[in-house]
């Protein structure tokens, strides 16, 4: 089949034209360009004919190369930015949380997950994740949302979840084998919160269904919590201690020992509001 080149060719010259310091080869006769003497035409065969076609000079075939390294790149950050949505929520202020926002109260906490994040690929492959434990408003979300939000900045698929947003869509109208499957799919799952939750044995199991889900799936998982993990692993409460069980197989333990910094911030506004009303107050 013989197919009509001349469109071809025409859109080939209209994306290289001729510009006015372009030159004709004494020896070949092809167009050459004015700017990066290299040439703009090639003598080819085609059908058994000797035809000349126009190419793509060097200047214009690295212009070519950078605008379509720009257009992957914008695609590649709107991919991003897709996912990160997804990853926490829209509008959720988790998304906020970066290592570049970090206000340097807890170094070793957040030395340790700018580590995760470096060997990522490694507990990756050995589906390895860290479990922060500690008290309220230490810092264990934040940590986990950094590394969530550096691993998304690579590429990678992260979902960050609390158990009562898992409840809430398996008692939607959600096909719940779904529920579960997505959970295994991400590269990295955030499981924010636990203990949290409503204590009932529905929540109990749909604890350990998605920590299992994981598991069976061989992904990692950063999981929180304020509860203490090590009096669950030495007895305690059977669906508890099943729950930290698998976790310690599953995570690096690390306590988080940060400020209070949700308490700091309280008693700083308290502070300065009755210094307003005693202010106001007079004398
Ligand atoms: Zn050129």
Request: aromatic share 8%; with cysteine; hydrophobic share 35%.
């Amino acid at each position: 089949m013989k197919i009509d080149l001349e469109p071809i060719i025409e859109a080939a010259k209209t994306a290289n034209p001729q510009m006015p310091d372009d030159y004709r080869d004494e020896g070949t006769g092809l167009l050459f360009c004015g700017k990066c003497h290299t040439p703009k035409e090639k003598n080819v065969k085609l059908y058994g004919d000797e035809r000349i076609v126009p190419v793509m000079c060097r200047c214009a075939s690295e212009k070519y190369e950078a605008e379509e390294a720009a257009r992957r790149e914008a695609e590649r950050q709107r991919r991003i930015e897709r996912r990160r949505e997804n990853c926490f929520g829209y509008g959720s202020r988790k998304a906020s949380f970066t290592f570049d926002t970090d206000d340097g109260g807890d170094p070793q906490t957040m030395k340790l997950a700018k580590g995760y994040v470096e060997r990522f690929e490694d507990f990756k492959a050995r589906g390895k994740g860290l479990l922060f434990l500690g008290g309220t408003g230490t810092g264990k979300t934040f940590a986990a949302c950094c590394i969530a939000n550096a691993l998304l900045d690579k590429g990678y698929s992260v979902r960050v979840a609390t158990f009562a947003e898992i409840a809430a869509k398996l008692q939607g109208n959600w096909d719940k084998e779904e529920v579960y499957k997505e959970l295994a799919r991400y590269d990295l799952l955030v499981l924010d919160d636990l203990g949290a939750e409503r204590q009932t044995s529905f929540m109990d199991e749909i604890i350990f269904t998605a920590i299992d889900t994981r598991s069976a799936a061989k992904r990692p998982m950063i999981v929180t919590s304020n509860l203490d993990g090590t009096t669950f692993i030495n007895g305690g409460e059977l669906a508890k201690n099943r729950v930290f069980s698998r976790l310690y197989e599953m995570c690096v333990p690390v306590t988080v020992n940060g400020r209070d910094r949700r308490r700091e911030r309280m008693m700083a506004e308290t502070a300065a509001d009755m210094a307003m009303l005693l202010n106001a107050g007079g004398n």
